[in-house]
């Protein structure tokens, strides 16, 4: 084996994604963590868990965030957990998103929608419900098969040129085309965008949402870095690979989900028909002002999150010397990095909860905290409650709001740990 070819030379001098660059400027190393969805179930508690390194690159040429892809997007995507329905404010959110799309581009009865990682139909429903032909384009058999249950037409593909090219000939092509937070989640991003620009109708328009680099680093939203989570995303970065792609960005709204999230809206670069608002002109100025396409920016971020952690640290240390208890609410899978960066395992807390029984009865990944059925809180009767979707706070803090009744009280670690 030559000395290139072994997978740990490759490994130490790997290339963007997007434009091939040599990755050489750290963004944050968050050391060793197993696969973010991989609960364990309770037979495997024996077995060792494969961890690979969760450390985030800048790229000094695009400016692109990113993660090494240490396994294949079969491997995450096949049977996956995340059920976006057991969110009830995402699945609002998603209502709205539809409602608005339908009056904004006049979509009827004779308009074509269709979703890349369509999850269990949370958000075509809307659209079917209102009358307006949609198709689901899922990786996952399992989730997939949940949306066409509730009546979304879904298809079981990994998206690129190719599918996009596929689905153009079967199906036809959409009036919207729309990925809610799977720009960030597949590896291969020119693959992706690539295939948005087969598929999309001449006068077609793209939406997609994915988290926000620039409130990422200003909040500290380290946890919601994960192998899962390839591509970190600022909008000057967005833009550059979308116009590679010959589509133009023509309006970004900012959004409160997810701790802060772009929604973009693209269209062919040949469709002058939609104008370029003044809301893009805007945010590329905020960021480039802010110092996105300069690498100091992104150098001071490390640091900050081992400030976080310590942070984080020093309350439950403090909290566990007083005698009190401590549980978590959520398995998400920014818990997982969260939990696993700042080693918290049962002796910090004794469990968690979560709504979603896919996980309930096994354990979180790397720290083996077990997951329990929300209903475990009543039992417990906890001093504190560490959200670890922070992100649905407001929401869980009112569905659980009588651990209130003996004086429990919630704690959220991001941006810095503070009691609710
Ligand atoms: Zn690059």
């Known amino acids: 084996m030559s000395p290139s070819s072994h997978p740990l030379a490759r490994a130490r001098s790997f290339s963007c994604r997007f434009c091939g660059a040599a990755l050489e400027t750290t963004f944050v190393d968050l050391g060793m963590s197993p696969l973010c969805e991989s609960y364990v ?33 079969d491997e995450i995507f096949t049977e996956y957990a995340y059920f976006s329905s057991y969110s009830t404010s995402w699945v609002e959110h998603a209502r709205r998103y539809a409602e608005t799309m339908i009056a904004r581009f006049a979509l009827g009865t004779d308009s074509k929608v269709m979703e890349i990682a369509s999850n269990d139909g949370y958000l075509l429903q809307h659209f079917v419900a209102r009358g307006v032909p949609v198709l689901g384009i899922e990786p996952a058999a399992n989730v997939a098969k949940a949306a066409i249950d509730k009546g979304v037409p879904s298809t079981v593909r990994f998206f690129g040129r190719k599918v996009g090219a596929e689905i153009a000939a079967e199906h036809g092509r959409p009036d919207l085309l729309l990925g809610n937070n799977v720009l960030a989640h597949v590896p291969d991003i020119n693959d992706l965008v690539g295939g948005m620009k087969i598929l999309l109708a001449p006068h077609g328009v793209i939406t997609m949402e994915f988290p926000h680099l620039q409130r990422l680093m200003a909040e500290n939203q380290f946890d919601t870095i994960y192998h899962e989570h390839f591509s970190y995303l600022s909008f000057v970065t ?22 802060g999230s772009l929604c973009i809206y693209g269209r062919h670069a040949e469709n002058a028909a939609l104008a370029v608002s003044g809301r893009v002109r805007e945010l590329r100025q905020r960021e480039i002002d802010d110092g996105f396409l300069t690498l100091e920016r992104y150098r001071g971020f490390d640091e900050q999150v081992r400030a976080t952690k310590r942070k984080l640290l020093s309350f439950l240390i403090d909290a566990k010397q007083r005698g009190k208890k401590v549980i978590g609410y959520g398995a998400p899978g920014k818990g997982n990095t969260l939990l696993n960066y700042c080693g918290i395992r049962t002796d910090f807390l004794d469990f968690t909860v979560d709504a979603n029984p896919y996980k309930q009865g096994k354990f979180t990944p790397g720290t083996r905290i077990p997951i329990r059925a929300p209903e475990a809180l009543r039992e417990a009767r906890p001093d504190y409650v560490l959200i670890l979707p922070w992100n649905l706070k407001d929401e869980i803090s009112v569905q659980a709001a009588y651990i209130r009744d003996w004086g429990g009280k919630f704690v959220v670690p991001i941006p810095e740990v503070r009691v609710l």
Do not use: K, N, S, W
């Open 41 to 73: 179930r309770p037979d495997q508690l024996a077995e060792m868990e494969p961890f690979y390194p969760l450390h985030a690159y800048v790229c000094g040429q695009c400016f692109l965030v990113q993660l090494q892809e240490f396994v294949t997007p």
């Open 238 to 259: 967005t833009e550059r690979i979308f116009a590679h792609h010959g589509i133009t960005i023509f309006d970004v709204e900012e959004l409160p989900t997810h701790g």
